[in-house]
């Protein structure tokens, strides 16, 4: 038996609704949706908030990485003079 589908689909509505990013909430996609994509100003926020997160992390584990290496170079030197 075949579907006639074709036939039955609504009228498509004049508001498009999203998923938020954040919360996967239906947001309408409209001039009046100051935060869209996101359903709101917090899951905005929270969005850029978890880049810049990620960013600080980065770069914060890149510098612990290089003065790691220099307080080791520090606090334990090649102790050339030490006799035998
Ligand atoms: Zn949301």
Request: proline share 11%; net charge negative; aromatic share 8%.
């Amino acid at each position: 038996m075949k579907k006639t589908t074709l036939q039955t689909i609504p009228p498509i509505p004049q508001t498009t609704t999203v998923a938020c990013p954040q919360c996967g909430a239906s947001v309408a996609w409209a001039p009046t949706s100051r935060w869209k994509p996101f359903c709101s100003e917090r899951c905005k926020q929270l969005d850029l908030g978890a880049w810049a997160d990620e960013s600080y992390r980065i770069a914060s584990v890149e510098t612990a990485d290089a003065s790691e290496i220099e307080n080791a170079l520090t606090a334990f030197p090649p102790d050339l003079s030490r006799p035998h």
